[in-house]
């Protein structure tokens, strides 16, 4: 009979009630794998779109959610000698949660090459916080965008994981920030770096960017919302302008005025990528030095996983909520 651990299980597609934590096989790793004793996951809007069926799971149900984990190295799978029993280590390994079981649970297995050392003075909690949503803003303004110094960015959904790491970026990459959120939220977001912060119900949020930027425009927009905002991130450009879309948070089919992009010479440009191992690294380095902080609402115990996804359902989280095993809370 297998050895049992405990995980959330979805069994079936649905709300943060499908999620149940109960008793789960325990996973054994593969040749070239290890197994990790799990010490920190965190919840991203991907896993809410795989719980409730926007996005496929790429296995049959039941089936663990969780994408980003850090946790220690508790068994190596045939031919791994690349780590030890007992190191401190967060996973870049995008099947994870997907193709297969994820980190919501207190084991899971990943390859040995998709594992990276956590810098001495950095918590599970915080190494876990980064993977996903770090590494999504950093492809998307580093990579992708080209960021430079001097720029006018305006960053969408700026207390969501991934905007408080875009304005975290931002800032240290020299660039005037305009963060769009939610008003209760401004001061959060300026203690990250953003000069200023709009609410995002404003009617005439538009208008307010021209004006915060001389009337010159955004040169670059960073948009995780999608369908209610695009059309309105073409209209806060400036001349040779250009919008980097890393997220559909209002869905993915959005509206545009065509004729403003030409007259603008405005570029949209998609954004999705696999981190670099020498970016992720230096990131994780970064961290360590306190160039960027992890930005974490909440660390719950792993049993309250359906919590956690119905705080982020009611856009009530700033940053990112980890999830940690029960008793460590």
Same mark, same amino acid.
Request: hydrophobic residues 50%.
């Given at each position: ?97 997907? +193709? ?28 876990? *916080?980064?993977? &996903? ?7 998307? &303004? ?8 001097? +720029? ?12 408080? *790491? ?17 008003? *209760? ?20 949020? +538009? ?12 040169? &670059? ?15 806060? =450009? ?10 559909? =948070?209002?869905?993915?089919?959005? +509206?545009?005025?065509?004729?403003? =992009? ?8 998609? *954004? ?11 990131? =994780? ?45």
């Amino acid at each position: 009979m297998s050895e049992m651990m405990s995980a959330v299980v979805m069994h079936e597609r649905g709300g943060p009630e499908v999620l149940r934590y109960e008793p789960f096989p325990k996973p054994a790793p593969a040749p070239g794998e290890v197994l990790l004793r799990v010490r920190a996951a965190t919840v991203n809007h991907t896993d809410l779109f795989h719980r409730s069926g926007r996005f496929f799971i790429q296995k049959p149900l039941p089936h663990v959610l969780g994408m980003d984990v850090a946790g220690e190295v508790a068994a190596l799978g045939a031919g791994v000698t690349e780590v030890a029993p007992g190191d401190r280590v967060v996973a870049t390994f995008e099947a994870l949660g997907r +193709e297969r079981d994820g980190a919501y649970a207190a084991f899971t297995t990943v390859p040995v090459a998709q594992l990276h050392r956590i810098p001495p003075g950095l918590s599970f909690e915080a190494a876990a *916080s980064i993977r &996903l949503a770090f590494t999504t803003a950093w492809i998307g &303004l580093v990579v992708n965008a080209r960021i430079g110094a001097g +720029e006018r960015v305006v960053v969408h959904a700026a207390s969501s994981g991934v905007g408080a *790491s875009a304005v975290q970026i931002a800032r240290w990459k020299g660039a005037r920030v305009i963060a769009v959120s939610e008003a *209760s939220k401004a001061e959060r977001i300026r203690a990250l770096g953003a000069d200023l912060v709009l609410d995002r119900d404003d009617p005439e949020l +538009e208008r307010h960017v021209h004006e915060a930027t001389g009337g010159q425009g955004a040169t &670059l927009v960073v948009d995780l919302v999608g369908r209610t905002t695009l059309r309105r991130s073409i209209a806060m =450009l400036a001349r040779r302008g250009r919008v980097v879309c890393i997220g559909t =948070l209002s869905g993915d089919i959005a +509206e545009i005025d065509v004729m403003e =992009l030409i007259m603008k010479s405005g570029t949209i440009l998609g *954004s999705f990528d696999v981190i670099a191992p020498a970016d992720f690294d230096r990131i =994780l380095g970064l961290f360590a030095a306190g160039t960027f902080q992890p930005v974490i609402d909440a660390v719950l115990p792993l049993s309250e996983a359906r919590r956690a996804h119905e705080r982020i359902e009611a856009k009530a989280a700033f940053g990112k909520i980890v999830l940690v095993p029960d008793g460590a809370a």
